[in-house]
């Protein structure tokens, strides 16, 4: 069991809203200023559904980086003054280190599903 205690008031609603809407299958329990959030115990059912949440935040950060590396080549294309060769490295730079960050997080993924799965 987590418990939160909220120190604004006015808060408790919205703390709770975001808790339920998260995706993470944890019901919040009101009482007063505190959210009690009962964690379920983890059986093979459930880590398969907390791999599948975290497999969904590594591909919101893949999207965040391919929209990035979109912004980053449109920047270049635009570029003025710049050569096709100028532009063509830098185009494979940002290509690059687009490459690395998704390589990373598909790593961070794969390790956090074992270490979920792990009993």
């Known amino acids: 069991m987590v418990v939160i205690n909220v120190w604004d008031k ?3 609603s919205k703390v709770e809203k975001a808790i339920r809407e998260s995706g993470i299958g944890i019901n919040p329990v009101t009482d007063g200023p505190l959210i009690r959030l009962p964690i379920p115990e983890l059986n093979e059912e ?10 969904g935040y590594a591909e919101n950060a893949k999207i965040a980086i391919r929209n ?5 080549m449109d920047q270049i294309k635009k570029a003025k003054g710049m ?5 063509k490295m830098w185009s494979e730079e940002v290509q690059e280190m687009t490459d690395k ?12 599903q074992q270490e979920i799965m792990q009993v």
Do not use: S
């Open 10 to 12: 006015a808060m408790i």
């Open 46 to 55: 459930r880590r398969k559904q907390l791999t599948k949440v975290a497999a």
């Open 68 to 72: 990035v590396r979109r912004d980053g």
């Open 83 to 87: 050569g096709e060769d100028d532009q």
């Open 101 to 112: 960050a998704i390589t990373a997080i598909d790593r961070a993924l794969e390790g956090k």
